[in-house]
């Protein structure tokens, strides 16, 4: 069985122990190797933050260099593709609304355009150590999340959100969970 077929029978939702196996299982990624604009899709686990992302009309992430990574990709209804700004995204809210009402406010983010969007890089790619594998990993500028990929195969990566509690920004406890948030992007 390959990975993606393993990852494939995971989706579109499994246990934390399940994602966390496969995991650590998958084979590091280098930064330099994942450069371009990724489609994403969560893998409920049963986080806090299961269902809201993509409710939001997350559409995946853009990692032009090393140095310049667009970490938040949204698309409006009319297909259009922008850039985030994550210190804008009300986390701190993620475990109180739920998807259904994040969903039927997604449908409005060409509106939080204006206020959301940014030109501006906020992430930034690094090779890290961690679960004992050096992988690629992307570094929120603004916010305390590293966002952790191993290969699924050439085309898939999948990622793992490391989220510190954080007073000041606003991050609830409920939802830096010990639970790790899994996402699954794809080359576009």
């Not at 050439?154 to 790790?180: A, E, I, Y």
């Amino acid at each position: 069985m390959t990975f993606l077929n393993e990852l494939t029978s995971l989706e579109p939702a499994c246990s934390p122990e399940s994602a966390m196996a496969l995991f650590d299982r998958l084979p590091a990624v280098r930064a330099e190797d994942i450069l371009g604009r990724w489609k994403g899709r969560e893998l409920a686990t049963g986080h806090p933050m299961d269902g809201r992302l993509v409710a939001s009309r997350w559409y995946g992430k853009q990692f032009d260099s090393t140095e310049n990574v667009h970490p938040l990709l949204f698309q409006t209804p009319s297909g259009e593709l922008f850039a985030g700004n994550p210190s804008k995204m009300p986390l701190n809210l993620a475990d109180k609304i739920s998807p259904d009402v994040v969903s039927k406010m997604g449908k409005f983010i060409g509106l939080a355009k204006p206020v959301i969007s940014t030109k501006k890089y906020t992430a930034r790619l690094r090779n890290i150590e961690h679960r004992g594998v050096v992988t690629a990993a992307m570094v929120y500028d603004a916010l305390p999340i590293i966002d952790i990929f191993r290969q699924v195969d050439d085309n898939t990566l999948l990622g793992v959100m490391d989220l510190r509690w954080s007073p000041k920004h606003d991050l609830r406890r409920d939802v830096n969970s010990d639970q790790p948030y899994f996402f699954i992007l794809e080359r576009d």
